[in-house]
């Protein structure tokens, strides 16, 4: 429990430097770019989808940008979309590509050789927290539930995910499992290519639980097909307020995923201005305002160097972490 107590104090205060309060709304604002093409690098419906698919819906609804396009390119956790976008650097410069906390983590294990720092950091935008998922008409009812079951049978309690092994859905859960006595390295991890994938496997009964954004399973849990059984927020998100925290059931992991936009490298500085101020203005609208709410996500604004400066805070954290946790 110690040991959990101090992961939470780091990852809340690498995350303080970027939390924001919310904008007065408005309603309007004035075009800042023609058009945007959102590069995913996972499956739909996942956190970056639904991430990419929100900030557009915004930009172009709020009148910041005449239209949006979207293209999902999975594979190699990520990596696939990052080489694309760095060895197609020139030909992308209308392209932003969402990531987040595994662009950290993925470089760190080796899944792939590059890292932010070969790419254009434009911003970091929102928050999500994480959260363990059960079908709805399951025996699984609770976290502690969860944690019962997998120390009666630890090979036959399986916990997907959206991301590959040691990636952010396993460290998550790894985390949870740490705060509950429970040994996180003999639980069985399954990775998922995106979060319809991920949520299909639970559904199906391939995986007894799931290890996923909090946005990603909101929209399940309304419409009664899983529970969640615990959120990484240090209290209750109104996006869902019928789910309970870890804290709350005596679990002391917090946590929250950043996610944030980068372009190819060499991008022209007007470029990179525009897409800056473009995403600073959204915040200030009433279509921003509505995604957020919906997906229950947390502002974040850290631009250009600041969000430098966060991501080399976040590796030191993550890496020290996964370090004792033996993903490295």
Same mark, same amino acid.
Not at 240 to 254: I, L, R, S, Y
């Given at each position: 429990?110690?040991?959990?107590?101090?992961?939470?104090?780091?990852?809340?205060?690498?995350?303080?430097?970027?939390?924001?309060?919310? =904008?007065?709304?408005?309603?309007?604002?004035?075009?800042? &770019?023609?058009?945007?093409? @959102?590069?995913?690098?996972?499956?739909?419906?996942?956190?970056?989808?639904?991430?990419?698919?929100?900030?557009?819906?915004?930009?172009?609804? =709020?009148? +910041?940008?005449?239209?949006? $396009?979207?293209?999902? &390119?999975?594979?190699?956790?990520?990596?696939?979309? %990052?080489?694309?976008? %760095?060895?197609?650097?020139?030909?992308?410069?209308?392209?932003?590509?969402?990531?987040?906390?595994?662009?950290?983590?993925? $470089? +760190?294990?080796?899944?792939?050789?590059?890292?932010?720092?070969?790419?254009?950091? *434009?911003?970091?935008? %929102?928050?999500?927290?994480?959260?363990?998922?059960?079908?709805?008409?399951?025996?699984?009812?609770?976290?502690?539930?969860?944690?019962?079951?997998?120390?009666?049978?630890?090979?036959?309690?399986?916990?997907?995910?959206?991301?590959?092994?040691?990636?952010?859905?396993?460290?998550? =859960?790894?985390?949870?499992?740490?705060?509950?006595?429970?040994?996180?390295?003999?639980?069985?991890? *399954?990775?998922?290519?995106?979060?319809?994938?991920?949520?299909?496997?639970?559904?199906?009964?391939?995986?007894?639980?799931?290890?996923?954004?909090? $946005?990603?399973?909101?929209?399940?849990?309304?419409?009664?097909?899983?529970?969640?059984?615990?959120?990484?927020?240090?209290?209750?998100?109104?996006?869902?307020?019928?789910?309970?925290?870890?804290?709350?059931?005596?679990?002391?992991?917090? @946590?929250?995923?950043?996610?944030?936009?980068? =372009?190819?490298?060499?991008?022209?500085?007007?470029?990179?201005?525009?897409?800056?101020?473009? %995403?600073?203005?959204?915040?200030?609208?009433?279509?921003?305002?509505? *995604?957020?709410?919906?997906?229950?996500?947390?502002?974040?604004?850290?631009?250009?160097?600041?969000?430098?400066?966060?991501?080399?805070?976040?590796?030191?954290?993550?890496?020290?972490? &996964?370090?004792?946790?033996?993903?490295?």
């Amino acid at each position: 429990m110690a040991y959990n107590k101090l992961t939470r104090r780091a990852f809340s205060a690498a995350m303080a430097m970027a939390l924001v309060v919310g =904008a007065p709304a408005m309603a309007t604002a004035e075009q800042v &770019m023609d058009s945007i093409h @959102f590069l995913i690098p996972g499956g739909a419906g996942g956190g970056w989808d639904g991430t990419a698919r929100g900030t557009g819906e915004a930009l172009t609804k =709020a009148g +910041l940008v005449g239209s949006a $396009s979207y293209e999902n &390119m999975s594979g190699g956790g990520g990596g696939k979309a %990052i080489g694309y976008l %760095i060895e197609n650097a020139e030909s992308n410069h209308g392209t932003l590509m969402v990531n987040s906390t595994p662009i950290v983590i993925r $470089s +760190l294990t080796g899944v792939f050789p590059q890292n932010f720092r070969d790419l254009t950091l *434009v911003a970091g935008t %929102i928050g999500d927290y994480a959260a363990l998922v059960v079908s709805a008409n399951g025996d699984i009812k609770d976290l502690n539930g969860l944690i019962d079951a997998f120390n009666a049978d630890p090979a036959g309690t399986a916990i997907g995910g959206g991301s590959v092994p040691g990636g952010m859905d396993h460290l998550v =859960a790894a985390m949870v499992f740490q705060a509950a006595g429970a040994d996180p390295v003999a639980m069985k991890y *399954v990775p998922y290519d995106g979060g319809s994938k991920t949520m299909a496997g639970l559904l199906s009964g391939e995986v007894q639980a799931v290890s996923t954004g909090f $946005s990603e399973a909101v929209e399940l849990a309304k419409a009664g097909e899983v529970r969640i059984i615990g959120v990484t927020a240090p209290e209750r998100v109104d996006a869902f307020a019928e789910a309970p925290t870890m804290v709350e059931q005596g679990n002391d992991t917090t @946590f929250v995923n950043w996610r944030g936009f980068f =372009a190819a490298p060499g991008l022209p500085a007007d470029k990179l201005a525009a897409y800056q101020a473009a %995403i600073a203005q959204m915040y200030e609208t009433d279509e921003w305002e509505e *995604v957020r709410a919906r997906n229950g996500w947390v502002n974040i604004h850290n631009p250009g160097d600041d969000f430098r400066s966060f991501l080399e805070g976040q590796e030191q954290v993550i890496g020290d972490l &996964m370090k004792k946790l033996g993903f490295l």
